[in-house]
C-alpha cells in the first residue's frame, strides 16, 4: 500500500547550515507517527517542508500520491493536509469562531461546514462557551484546543501537530494527548506529531521516528520504543 | 457650536475612508503608501472628466473613479511591490518604491490633466438651514455617502471570506498561509481595495472643493497624520484618527480664525506631543 505521506532521502538547508540530511520517512492511513528529538534535530523542519514553507534542497516529498516538494503552501493544504503550528498561532484578534471559519478557509460546502463546526465545538464544549470572545484573551490550554479545531476545520486527511504540548499546564497535557487519540480514531485523520515531551508522543502514537541532528536515529514501535535501552536514554531523560 | 461639529463629521467621514485605505495597505504588506494621496487626486480627476466633461451622472463618474483605482492599485502591486518584497530584504525597499510612485503619479497627473484647479458643477442644489446650521445638501449627500461607504468597508471586513482572510493575514501571515489563504491574490485584493477607497475619496471631494494635481503631498501628509493618531493597521484607530482630525481642522478653523492660518501648525505640535506619550497612537495593535 502507498503511504499517505513519504519523504525519501529529504535534504534542507537554512542558508549553508542544513537542517535535515537524508530523512525518509513515512506515514499511512489512519495512523499516528511520532517524531521526538531534541531542540534542532530537525523535528519543526520536517513540518515545515511538508507544509510548503520551506523548500527541500533535495528528496522527494509525497502525499496522497502527489509530488508536493516545490509546491505553494496553500496548494499543500488544499490536497487534504492540516498543521498546528508550534507556539499556536491563534488569529489574536478575531473571535473563536472567526478563527475556526478560518479553518474552513479551502472549503466551499457550506452544510459540510457546519456539521464539521458542530463536530468541534461538541469535542472542545469549553470553545462553545467563548464562542464569540477574542482568541488572544484565552489561556495557552484553550488556544491549543482552539488550533487544534481549527485545523479539523479543514477537515484533512493528515493533521500534523508541533509542540502541541509546549507551555500548556500539565493537567491539560493530559486532555490534548486525549484528543488527539480521539480525533485520529473517531474523525480517520492520520497524524504526524512532534513533541518534545517524548513520552506522551510515545504513549499515544502507533509508530515513531527519533531524530538526532537532521537524520533519522532510530524507528520502530512506538510501544517497543518506550522500553528502548538508547530511547530512555536519549529522549526520555532518564528516570532521574 | 453645532456648525462646527458637522462641519468636523463631514470632513472626518471623508478622512477616515482615506485612512482606511492605507492602514489597510500598511496591515496586510507592511508598506508605507506614500503615493495614497495621488491615488485620492486620479479619483478625483477621473470623477471630473466623466462627471463634468462627458455629462454622465454623478454616480457613474465615482464608480469610474472606483474601478480605475482599483485596477491602478492592482498593477502597481503586481508588478512593483509584489518583485521588490520577493527580492529585497531590507524594508526601506518598499518605502523608497511608494515613493517613487507618488512622484511618478503626480507627473502623470499632471501631464494628463494639468495643472488648473477644477470644479464640477453641483450634484444637488440648494442648502439646509436652521437655527443653528447652515449646510449645502450637497456636503450633506457626500458626507452620508462617505459614511455609508464606512459601513460597507467595516462590515465586509467583519463578515466576507475575503475580509476575514485579509484580517487573518495581517494578524498571522504564517498561519493564515496555514489556512490556504494565497498571500499574493490577497495582498493584491487588499491593495486594490486601498486604492479604491482613496479614489473614491477623490470622486466624492471633487463635488465639493474640486481637485488640483498638486494636492497629492498634502493629503498623503493627513492621511500618515490620521493613521499616528489611530494607531497602525487597526480598523477603528482609521476611522478614530480620521474622525478626529476632521474635527480638529473644523474646531481650529473657527476657534484659531483670529490668529491667521495656524491650524495645522497646533495640530501638527500637538500630534508630537501625543506621539511622545503614546507612540502606538489611541489603539496601536494589529487588525482587529
Redesign the interface.
Known amino acids: 500500500m502507498t503511504p499517505l505521506l513519504a519523504f525519501s532521502d529529504v535534504e534542507l538547508y537554512y542558508d549553508h547550515v542544513y537542517a535535515l540530511k537524508g530523512v525518509t520517512l513515512e506515514v499511512h492511513e489512519g495512523e499516528t507517527v511520532a517524531l521526538i528529538g531534541a531542540n534542532g534535530a530537525g523535528k519543526s523542519s520536517i513540518l515545515r517542508a511538508i507544509t510548503g514553507l520551506k523548500r527541500v534542497k533535495a528528496g522527494e516529498i509525497h502525499f496522497a500520491g502527489r509530488r508536493i516538494d516545490g509546491l505553494d503552501p496553500d496548494e499543500i493544504v488544499r490536497m487534504g493536509l492540516a498543521m498546528v503550528p508550534e507556539g499556536r498561532r491563534v488569529f489574536p484578534y478575531m473571535s473563536v469562531k472567526d478563527n475556526l471559519l478560518m479553518g474552513a478557509f479551502t472549503r466551499s460546502d457550506k452544510a459540510g461546514i457546519d456539521l464539521t463546526l458542530e463536530m468541534v465545538l461538541s469535542r472542545f464544549p469549553r470553545l462553545k462557551e467563548r464562542y464569540s470572545q477574542t482568541a488572544g484573551t484565552m489561556s495557552g490550554g484553550e488556544q491549543q484546543m482552539l488550533v487544534i479545531s481549527r485545523a479539523l476545520m479543514a477537515k484533512p486527511r493528515l493533521l500534523l501537530l508541533d509542540e502541541p504540548s509546549l507551555g500548556i499546564a500539565p493537567k491539560l497535557v493530559q486532555d490534548i494527548a486525549r484528543s488527539i487519540v480521539a480525533i485520529n480514531r473517531d474523525e480517520k485523520v492520520s497524524v504526524l506529531l512532534v513533541e518534545q515531551n517524548s513520552r506522551m508522543a510515545l504513549r499515544i502514537s502507533q509508530r515513531a521516528y527519533a531524530l538526532t541532528t537532521g537524520s533519522v536515529a532510530l524507528s520502530g514501535r512506538s510501544a517497543e520504543l518506550l522500553d528502548d535501552e538508547r530511547v530512555k536514554q536519549l529522549y526520555l531523560g532518564g528516570e532521574l | 457650536m453645532e456648525q462646527v461639529f458637522a462641519n468636523g463629521l463631514y470632513l472626518g467621514a471623508q478622512y477616515a475612508l482615506i485612512a482606511l485605505g492605507l492602514t489597510l495597505i500598511f496591515a496586510l504588506m507592511n508598506v508605507l503608501n506614500f503615493a495614497h494621496g495621488q491615488m485620492y487626486v486620479l479619483g478625483g480627476f477621473i470623477t471630473y472628466t466623466v462627471y463634468a466633461r462627458l455629462g454622465l451622472p454623478f454616480v457613474v463618474a465615482l464608480f469610474a473613479s472606483g474601478v480605475t483605482l482599483a485596477t491602478v492599485g492592482a498593477l502597481i502591486e503586481k508588478f512593483l511591490f509584489r518583485p521588490v518584497i520577493r527580492r529585497s530584504v531590507r524594508e526601506e525597499s518598499t518605502m523608497l518604491l511608494a515613493a517613487a510612485i507618488a512622484f511618478l503619479l503626480d507627473a502623470l497627473i499632471l501631464l494628463l490633466f494639468g495643472e488648473k484647479q477644477r470644479g464640477v458643477p453641483k450634484i444637488v442644489k440648494g442648502v439646509f438651514t436652521s437655527d443653528a446650521l447652515i449646510m449645502p445638501y450637497d456636503r450633506i449627500l457626500v458626507g452620508i455617502l462617505a459614511i455609508a461607504f464606512i459601513a460597507a468597508f467595516v462590515l465586509f471586513m467583519q463578515y466576507s ?1 475575503p475580509g ?2 485579509m ?2 493575514l495581517a ?2 501571515r ?9 498571500v499574493d491574490r490577497y495582498s493584491m485584493i487588499g491593495f486594490a481595495l486601498g486604492a479604491m477607497l482613496a479614489g473614491v475619496v477623490g470622486g466624492l471631494l471633487v463635488a465639493i472643493t474640486g481637485i488640483s494635481s498638486g494636492i497629492g503631498g498634502p493629503i498623503s501628509i493627513k492621511a500618515f497624520m490620521m493613521v499616528m493618531i489611530g494607531g497602525a493597521g487597526v480598523v477603528g484607530g482609521a476611522i478614530a484618527g480620521g474622525f478626529i482630525l476632521g474635527m480638529l481642522e473644523s474646531v481650529g478653523l473657527s476657534a484659531l480664525h483670529d490668529y491667521g492660518d495656524i491650524t495645522y501648525l497646533v495640530i501638527f505640535a500637538a500630534l508630537m506631543v501625543f506621539l511622545s506619550l503614546r507612540p502606538n497612537g489611541l489603539m496601536g ?4
Open positions: 471570506k476575514r482572510a484580517r487573518a494578524q498571522d504564517v498561519a493564515a498561509q496555514l489556512m490556504g489563504v494565497r495593535k494589529p487588525w482587529g
